[in-house]
């Protein structure tokens, strides 16, 4: 197929030199993850180092030639994105103390290093490398963006997934009411290795989730940042309500919103009549069988709002 | 066989394990950064470099990895940042490091690593050959074999030279157990001497952020077979690097390894009737049955690739165009073909001129003993090849135990 449209030559229209988070990438419409990229680069500013997992933030943004990334950037492969950046700041650690003039490099107490990966990145096949990373002290701040499966394949579940939200590899059937586990918990997995500061973020709060970026970035050694990113290709909801239902999310206590310094938690985004989990369940394509089947979905739905009704008294999460 | 020249007044030696010299050997290349993960028979060269770390003689950041897996992907971090990078590693982690070390080079970082050559599993088993080796060939790393500590050290000093240059990985084999644990006499150079062969890296791109770059972007189909061709130009162009760089090595080290451009190492083989190739540390033990074939005045040579990527192809042409027989000694095997290595060398002299009968010979395999009459008696195997030979009777298993077997009565 060939159009005047795709003959036409748009790269000086597309050209945004200050930005460090370009537009023309690939991404969907009411992508939540692409608007955590941006909030990130916003909040981090240019004296930054990307690390990046495999996965769609990747694939959107780096097609060969092109790169939507003001920052430096490096994409290696899907599980290692934390030791990516670990060795990036070890060769900064060294390039400070033998010979800080070796290369054109600032002062390495300046430089923001972060890795960023997928819910599958992190927390399922780079669990190993984000663990050591944290574990060993790395200046590095860690940042989940948390679509709760695995979009670039095609909408597989991680351990991100919810319980009864139905994926390719989780779908509902006779026997199955969809995915069969809850989220694991991320931030108390990262505060229980030593981290000195772990944080939980909705894309539906920018503020917020940039003020945590910056605070993690004033703190020496490993930072992890859960942050919350719906997507509408996966989820199955119309792509102009990403950030309703991210705020949903927090509105539901799916998703906690709080902070944990030194292993403790510090702050908690207090929730006043929490909304049950059905107003969020309900215009996803990804539960609608858990509202055709009644028996069998509200007992689904009923497990799942026991889960958060645990975590949110956990966590104090009720005002 | 490291050459040391006994002219060369600086050529002093020291006795040590062969994991401790070549750990030695790395801290006068002076790396930015170490990332690597204890493996039999490896293990001596990260404990080592801890030390050297610990006590203050190599200042490098040493990365306490949890994983092999994981020493390679902070190796590239750090390679990507502009840092001289080391790793080193045996079998299942050089295995582990497979997914990494391949884009190592398909993003042309010249990571160096020390490979304590060793079986891989099943069955589970610690001692040397070279699978593991072989099962990377197509990644895209330069790869040497040292025959002795000596050049396992040299080796590795060469590689980070070469490696910059071309900007690919490099894999520096040494046998296990063989080399790893022998207490041999060899020279490890001090960071001056070394400095003057090797000046720091100075790579054209890097992670700095005053000059922001994007690397690892995805290729789409328009683009991704250039960048596997760039690399095939690099390997090429690696074997003119490597030439001058083991002429420099010997003018500042004294020890000669320019023989065939430093791609081979090769003895009595010039007018040798009947040609034994083998790689690594076997070749000890076929210079002394070369020795003493021409004491009974039997025109019996040998040819060692020192350089297995890029492969010695046209070298090998050359230096076995005039045999009679050629016997490939090789402790690797590809199941359901044959051998790589033996395959690989008829492949480079499909086009020669002169086509020699090669006949291949899988043994020493995970640590299994090679006496010198093992070799005499395949000596004497190959030169009853013909230059057509079934495919069965190209090979052979000469350490075969039949008793072991099911129905291995009939083999
Ligand atoms: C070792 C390995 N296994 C599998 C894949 C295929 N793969 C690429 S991205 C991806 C899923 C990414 O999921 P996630 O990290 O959640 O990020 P998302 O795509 O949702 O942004 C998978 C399975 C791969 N690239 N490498
Ligand atoms: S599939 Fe989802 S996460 Fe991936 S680019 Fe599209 S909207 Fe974003």
């Given at each position: 197929?060939?159009?005047?449209?795709?003959?036409?030559?748009?790269?000086?229209?597309?050209?945004?030199?200050?930005?460090?988070?370009?537009?023309?990438?690939?991404?969907?419409?009411?992508?939540?993850?692409?608007?955590?990229?941006?909030?990130?680069?916003?909040?981090?500013?240019?004296?930054?180092?990307?690390?990046?997992?495999?996965?769609?933030?990747?694939?959107?943004?780096?097609?060969?030639?092109?790169?939507?990334?003001?920052?430096?950037?490096?994409?290696?492969?899907?599980?290692?994105?934390?030791?990516?950046a670990a060795g990036v700041e070890a060769a900064y650690q060294a390039f400070d103390r033998r010979d800080p003039d070796h290369l054109d490099v600032q002062d390495e107490d300046d430089v923001n290093i972060i890795a960023i990966g997928g819910d599958g990145a992190t927390a399922d096949i780079g669990f190993r490398a984000l663990s050591g990373m944290m574990e060993r002290g790395h200046?590095?701040?860690?940042?989940?963006?948390?679509?709760?499966?695995?979009?670039?394949?095609?909408?597989?579940?991680?351990?991100?997934?919810?319980?009864?939200?139905?994926?390719?590899?989780?779908?509902?059937?006779?026997?199955?009411?969809?995915?069969?586990?809850?989220?694991?918990?991320?931030?108390?997995?990262?505060?229980?290795?030593?981290?000195?500061?772990?944080?939980?973020?909705?894309?539906?709060?920018?503020?917020?989730?940039?003020?945590?970026?910056?605070?993690?970035?004033?703190?020496?050694?490993?930072?992890?940042?859960?942050v919350y990113a719906p997507c509408p290709v996966g989820w199955g909801f119309d792509s102009a309500k990403t950030v309703e239902l991210a705020e949903m999310a927090v509105k539901t206590g799916l998703?906690?919103?709080?902070?944990?310094?030194?292993?403790?938690?510090?702050?908690?985004?207090?929730?006043?009549?929490?909304?049950?989990?059905?107003?969020?369940?309900?215009?996803?394509?990804?539960?609608?069988?858990?509202?055709?089947?009644?028996?069998?979905?509200?007992?689904?739905?009923?497990?799942?709002?026991?889960?958060?009704?645990?975590?949110?008294?956990?966590?104090?999460?009720d005002a | 066989m490291a050459q040391a020249d006994q002219q060369n007044p600086s050529?002093?030696?020291?006795?040590?394990?062969?994991?401790?010299?070549?750990?030695?050997?790395?801290?006068?290349?002076?790396?930015?950064?170490?990332?690597?993960?204890?493996?039999?028979?490896?293990?001596?060269?990260?404990?080592?470099?801890?030390?050297?770390?610990?006590?203050?003689?190599?200042?490098?950041?040493?990365?306490?990895?949890?994983?092999?897996?994981?020493?390679?992907?902070?190796?590239?971090?750090?390679?990507?940042?502009?840092?001289?990078?080391?790793?080193?590693?045996?079998?299942?982690?050089?295995?582990?490091?497979?997914?990494?070390?391949?884009?190592?080079?398909?993003?042309?970082?010249?990571?160096?690593?020390?490979?304590?050559?060793?079986?891989?599993?099943?069955?589970?088993s610690i001692w040397a050959d070279h699978t593991d080796a072989f099962a990377e060939r197509d990644g895209g790393m330069l790869q040497f074999h040292a025959e002795d500590v000596q050049e396992a050290i040299d080796h590795v000093l060469l590689g980070f030279r070469v490696a910059e240059q071309v900007n690919l990985p490099a894999l520096s084999n040494f046998d296990g157990f063989i080399l790893t644990h022998v207490q041999e006499p060899a020279n490890i150079p001090d960071e001056e001497e070394v400095s003057e062969f090797l000046p720091p890296r100075d790579p054209e791109y890097t992670l700095d952020p005053s000059d922001p770059k994007t690397m690892g972007a995805?290729?789409?189909?328009?683009?991704?077979?250039e960048s596997r061709y760039e690399i095939q130009r690099a390997m090429m162009d690696a074997r003119e690097v490597w030439a001058d760089a083991v002429e420099e090595f010997r003018d500042v080290f004294g020890r000669d390894y320019t023989e065939y451009g430093g791609m081979l190492d090769t003895y009595y083989a010039d007018d040798?009737?009947?040609?034994?190739?083998?790689?690594?540390?076997?070749?000890?033990?076929?210079r002394n049955v070369v020795d003493?074939?021409?004491?009974?005045?039997?025109?019996?040579?040998?040819?060692?690739?020192?350089?297995?990527?890029?492969?010695?192809?046209?070298?090998?042409?050359?230096?076995?165009?005039?045999?009679?027989?050629?016997?490939?000694?090789?402790?690797?095997?590809?199941?359901g073909y044959e051998s790589a290595f033996a395959g690989e060398i008829k492949g480079a002299l499909y086009h020669a001129e002169s086509q020699p009968p090669i006949k291949s010979y899988v043994l020493g395999m995970a640590g299994r003993d090679v006496k010198p009459e093992d070799i005499?008696?395949?000596?004497?195997d190959a030169k009853t090849a013909t230059p057509q030979m079934g495919f069965k009777e190209s090979e052979s298993w000469p350490q075969l135990r039949p008793e072991l077997l099911e129905g291995g009565d009939d083999l």
């Amino acid at each position: 197929m060939s159009s005047d449209l795709q003959d036409q030559d748009y790269t000086d229209q597309l050209e945004h030199e200050d930005e460090l988070w370009n537009p023309g990438h690939r991404a969907c419409a009411g992508c939540g993850p692409a608007l955590a990229m941006k909030y990130i680069t916003e909040a981090a500013g240019e004296n930054t180092i990307v690390a990046n997992a495999t996965g769609c933030m990747e694939v959107i943004s780096t097609p060969y030639p092109e790169s939507s990334w003001g920052t430096s950037y490096i994409h290696n492969i899907f599980e290692n994105a934390a030791s990516v950046a670990a060795g990036v700041e070890a060769a900064y650690q060294a390039f400070d103390r033998r010979d800080p003039d070796h290369l054109d490099v600032q002062d390495e107490d300046d430089v923001n290093i972060i890795a960023i990966g997928g819910d599958g990145a992190t927390a399922d096949i780079g669990f190993r490398a984000l663990s050591g990373m944290m574990e060993r002290g790395h200046d590095v701040l860690y940042i989940m963006y948390d679509n709760e499966a695995y979009m670039n394949t095609g909408v597989q579940r991680s351990s991100q997934t919810p319980f009864g939200a139905e994926t390719t590899t989780s779908p509902a059937g006779k026997e199955s009411i969809g995915n069969d586990t809850n989220k694991k918990d991320m931030a108390s997995i990262a505060a229980d290795h030593g981290v000195p500061y772990v944080a939980t973020a909705s894309i539906s709060n920018p503020h917020d989730f940039k003020q945590k970026v910056e605070k993690a970035l004033e703190i020496d050694g490993p930072k992890f940042l859960h942050v919350y990113a719906p997507c509408p290709v996966g989820w199955g909801f119309d792509s102009a309500k990403t950030v309703e239902l991210a705020e949903m999310a927090v509105k539901t206590g799916l998703f906690p919103v709080f902070e944990m310094e030194d292993g403790e938690i510090t702050s908690v985004n207090k929730i006043r009549d929490r909304e049950p989990i059905d107003e969020w369940l309900e215009p996803q394509g990804r539960f609608k069988h858990l509202f055709k089947d009644e028996e069998k979905g509200e007992a689904a739905i009923e497990e799942l709002q026991e889960w958060i009704d645990k975590r949110a008294e956990d966590l104090g999460l009720d005002a | 066989m490291a050459q040391a020249d006994q002219q060369n007044p600086s050529d002093e030696q020291e006795v040590m394990k062969g994991t401790s010299a070549v750990a030695k050997g790395v801290m006068a290349a002076d790396p930015d950064v170490v990332s690597a993960y204890p493996i039999t028979p490896q293990t001596g060269v990260v404990e080592k470099l801890s030390e050297l770390v610990a006590d203050g003689d190599l200042d490098s950041e040493f990365i306490k990895v949890d994983s092999e897996f994981n020493a390679a992907s902070t190796c590239i971090g750090a390679s990507a940042a502009g840092a001289r990078a080391f790793s080193a590693t045996s079998s299942q982690g050089l295995k582990l490091m497979s997914e990494p070390l391949f884009t190592a080079a398909g993003m042309r970082l010249p990571i160096v690593m020390a490979v304590a050559n060793r079986s891989l599993s099943a069955p589970l088993s610690i001692w040397a050959d070279h699978t593991d080796a072989f099962a990377e060939r197509d990644g895209g790393m330069l790869q040497f074999h040292a025959e002795d500590v000596q050049e396992a050290i040299d080796h590795v000093l060469l590689g980070f030279r070469v490696a910059e240059q071309v900007n690919l990985p490099a894999l520096s084999n040494f046998d296990g157990f063989i080399l790893t644990h022998v207490q041999e006499p060899a020279n490890i150079p001090d960071e001056e001497e070394v400095s003057e062969f090797l000046p720091p890296r100075d790579p054209e791109y890097t992670l700095d952020p005053s000059d922001p770059k994007t690397m690892g972007a995805y290729a789409r189909p328009e683009h991704w077979t250039e960048s596997r061709y760039e690399i095939q130009r690099a390997m090429m162009d690696a074997r003119e690097v490597w030439a001058d760089a083991v002429e420099e090595f010997r003018d500042v080290f004294g020890r000669d390894y320019t023989e065939y451009g430093g791609m081979l190492d090769t003895y009595y083989a010039d007018d040798a009737d009947h040609i034994v190739v083998a790689m690594g540390s076997i070749a000890g033990t076929i210079r002394n049955v070369v020795d003493a074939y021409r004491e009974d005045g039997e025109k019996v040579g040998m040819v060692r690739p020192r350089v297995f990527r890029p492969f010695p192809a046209p070298e090998l042409r050359d230096a076995l165009a005039d045999a009679e027989s050629v016997a490939v000694l090789t402790k690797e095997m590809s199941p359901g073909y044959e051998s790589a290595f033996a395959g690989e060398i008829k492949g480079a002299l499909y086009h020669a001129e002169s086509q020699p009968p090669i006949k291949s010979y899988v043994l020493g395999m995970a640590g299994r003993d090679v006496k010198p009459e093992d070799i005499a008696e395949i000596v004497e195997d190959a030169k009853t090849a013909t230059p057509q030979m079934g495919f069965k009777e190209s090979e052979s298993w000469p350490q075969l135990r039949p008793e072991l077997l099911e129905g291995g009565d009939d083999l």
